[in-house]
């Protein structure tokens, strides 16, 4: 299978190296949060079940989305499951099918290195490399992104480690572990929406992960400290990090690059409807652009109806323009493919519409110039 054209942009996007800087400086900043134990012990409760277990290992390619503003860039979104990462890379060889890409000496290494830290820590360095590894998502031969966990696969297999793609269903899992035709898998890619194990397809796998009898990456322990939307309004409350005791530099780094953010339970609602050309409403547990509203396209009887202690509400940012061939202008984000602290890669994202999406005509993954 190959994507389709909209996947891939035949536009480039200028990045200026100091932006770039600055957002890896975000990157390492919220990682080093995420292992602060007075801000695990504030974040921790507030989780479910799954998420308060620390696994001992971290969540392979997460992505940091940022819009570049006149003000610098702006994280709108931390993902646990970032697809799109080679994808991302083909935008660099537009004319390559991904099943013959060939990734660069360094991100290939680096990429397995990813999980060659996760196995390692996972099996307490009794495992240099996982024996077998799933990569599971709901219906996967039905993804967009398929074809990319195919490109995975044959990246793993390359590797020496044989891999699959399969959905929760095809495999039998329990605190016994995780087993596909009778044969172990010891790592999970996880490209699962269901971030904290709650689905009853989830369960076994959340029994084995709960059991350390599997590495599950991305999991929901990092997904709760760093991807699920409400941290954003922790982020972005100067008090609270004053709290939490951090550091004037990372203080300030963070009031400059997290728009401020809050849970729609604590706003004034009147008043936000009488302001809300300035606010994006999200659902705090989907991912992506799914779900999002802006402010200045809602309804009354739609901005009536958004759950109370489901949306979050953050300050607009809107995404910097990128000029298209046929004259108009795309608007472009940037993501960040991420292993702890180190970034893997960066591209850009060009799409027209409300939301982020890989299907605008032109549109999709672009490479990136750093000027």
């Not at 940091?64 to 060889?93: C, M, Q, R, S, W």
């Not at 409807?273 to 606010?279: I, K, T």
């Amino acid at each position: 299978m190959v994507f389709t054209r909209e996947a891939v942009s035949p536009l480039s996007v200028a990045l200026p190296r100091a932006e770039l800087v600055r957002m890896m400086r975000l990157v390492r900043t919220l990682f080093s949060l995420s292992r602060d134990p007075a801000y695990c012990q504030q974040v921790l409760p507030l989780l479910p079940p799954a998420a308060r277990i620390n696994p001992g290992h971290d969540s392979v390619m997460m992505g940091y989305d940022f819009h570049l503003t006149p003000d610098g860039p702006k994280l709108i979104e931390v993902n646990t499951n970032a697809g799109g990462g080679l994808l991302a890379y083909l935008a660099y060889a537009p004319q390559t099918p991904l099943a013959e890409l060939a990734l660069p000496r360094r991100l290939r290494s680096e990429l397995l290195h990813s999980f060659v830290d996760e196995i390692k820590a996972f099996s307490g360095g009794r495992h240099k490399r996982p024996l077998r590894i799933a990569i599971l998502d709901e219906r996967p031969a039905e993804q967009f992104l398929y074809p990319e966990m195919q490109a995975f696969v044959r990246l793993f297999e390359e590797w020496g480690v044989p891999a699959l793609i399969v959905d929760p269903a095809e495999l039998k899992a329990g605190r016994e572990g995780v087993f596909h035709e009778g044969e172990a898998v010891e790592l999970i890619y996880n490209r699962h929406t269901d971030f904290y194990l709650e689905t009853p397809e989830m369960a076994g796998i959340r029994e084995a992960y709960l059991n350390r009898s599997v590495c599950l990456t991305p999991n929901p322990y990092t997904y709760g400290l760093l991807a699920d939307k409400r941290r954003m309004i922790l982020w972005s409350d100067p008090q609270a990090l004053a709290a939490l005791g951090i550091d004037r530099k990372s203080a300030q780094l963070l009031a400059a690059t997290i728009p401020e953010s809050r849970l729609l339970a604590d706003c004034d609602r009147d008043r936000l409807w009488a302001r809300r050309q300035e606010w994006a409403f999200k659902p705090v547990t989907r991912f992506g652009s799914r779900g999002v509203l802006l402010g200045h396209k809602i309804s009354r009887s739609r901005f009536d109806a958004l759950p109370d202690r489901e949306t979050l509400v953050q300050r607009l940012e809107p995404p910097s323009l990128s000029e298209a061939d046929d004259g108009g202008a795309m608007k472009t984000d940037f993501r960040l493919y991420v292993y702890q602290r180190r970034v893997l890669g960066v591209a850009a994202r060009l799409y027209r519409g409300q939301v982020t999406n890989l299907r605008t005509p032109g549109g999709g993954f672009a490479p990136v110039r750093l000027t």
